[in-house]
């Protein structure tokens, strides 16, 4: 009878970031603290608006809540082409901004106009790209797909799904986050 031979594989820890983590107050549980700022729950100081210090295709994870609206337009599109080449494909980013049509998307002048709003996410997708009738003036290279959803208002998050899709297209202040998860394909 012939023995079988197992090979010990060695399991590689989970790289999971929290860009722009700030006092570390609301990273998620196994997440690397990351920011420009030295704080106590800052693992990483860097400045994203750079080149990330991540090898490709290196990091599993990304937590960014509440970061991309102090981001320029152009520091928006290098921010998802790091995104991309940091990430492992499959690899799951969420990304968490005020809401356009809420009053918080505008109450802090530190932010950068115009609002992350959900028409945005769509340039992040090849094949959308490219099922457009005009040459891509952005210049994305990224694959992502994603899905949105949304952090409600207290007074509407105890609603129905119907009542709730009703007040997002048609409330000022229904929505108070818009909330993206992107998959690199």
């Not at 320029?72 to 080449?85: I, N, S």
């Not at 009053?103 to 099922?131: H, I, M």
Request: overall charge positive; some cysteine.
């Amino acid at each position: 009878m012939k023995k079988l031979k197992f090979i010990e594989q060695k399991e590689t820890a989970r790289v999971c970031l929290d860009l722009g983590t700030g006092k570390g107050a609301t990273r998620p549980e196994g997440f690397v603290g990351v920011d420009k700022v030295k704080h106590k729950g800052v693992s990483t100081v860097t400045d994203l608006h750079k080149r990330w210090p991540w090898k490709a295709g290196s990091v599993d994870e990304v937590n960014a809540s509440h970061l991309l609206q102090y981001f320029t337009a152009q520091d928006r599109w290098h921010f998802v082409h790091e995104l991309y080449r940091v990430l492992k494909v499959g690899g799951k980013a969420t990304i968490i901004t005020p809401y356009w049509a809420a009053c918080k998307a505008y109450g802090d002048v530190t932010a950068c106009f115009p609002p992350v709003s959900e028409a945005w996410y769509f340039r992040l997708n090849k094949a959308w790209r490219e099922q457009q009738n005009y040459d891509d003036p952005d210049g994305y290279t990224c694959n992502f797909d994603h899905s949105l959803g949304y952090g409600m208002h207290h007074s509407v998050a105890v609603r129905n799904q119907e009542y709730q899709q009703h007040a997002i297209s048609f409330w000022k202040e229904a929505a108070q986050d818009l909330c993206a998860t992107l998959v690199k394909l």
